[in-house]
């Protein structure tokens, strides 16, 4: 909606702070980079799909924990 609202000519600035957007967090947005934290979530997200699949959708979340933190 920022991106619209600015391509009509408003303010960025203006703009996000209606919307209760951070600036930076909108140009980062836009950027379209990813944050390291973005990218290790990513990580783990596929690591607990891989453990609860090899468990054909037996383990809940305590096993899938216990998977992560002990590498069982």
């Not at 967090?25 to 453990?51: F, Q």
Request: aromatic share 8%.
């Amino acid at each position: 909606m920022v991106r619209e609202l600015a391509d009509d000519g408003f303010d960025v600035a203006v703009t996000c702070r209606v919307l209760g957007v951070r600036r930076q967090g909108y140009y980062e947005w836009r950027s379209g980079h990813k944050s390291v934290r973005a990218v290790e979530n990513e990580l783990l997200l596929k690591r607990i799909t891989t453990i609860h699949e090899e468990s054909r959708g037996t383990y809940g979340w305590p096993r899938v924990h216990a998977e992560l933190t002990l590498g069982l």
